[in-house]
């Protein structure tokens, strides 16, 4: 497979590369996909979770708690899925 990068994506790849962290440019791009998967994984539970919110919201069922509440539940529940 070939890609052709634009320059900058380029100049980001040669970074990645003089760290020596990696062993080929494959590598830095397979992480970089690991990497984008994870995130696009977190960032779809965070939308269920929030669909779940606003539907509890909107049967006004909802509960009233502090920032630190929230995250502690929020952790709890990203864990569990």
Known sequence: M???LPSALDALLARKMATGMYEDE???V???LRQMESRES???VLRQEAALGFDQLDR???VEMDRDTFMNHFR???QAA
């Open 2 to 4: 070939t890609i052709t």
């Open 26 to 28: 494959g590598e830095v």
């Open 30 to 32: 397979r992480e970089a």
């Open 42 to 44: 977190a960032l779809e």
């Open 60 to 62: 006004g069922d909802s």
């Open 76 to 78: 709890n529940r990203r």
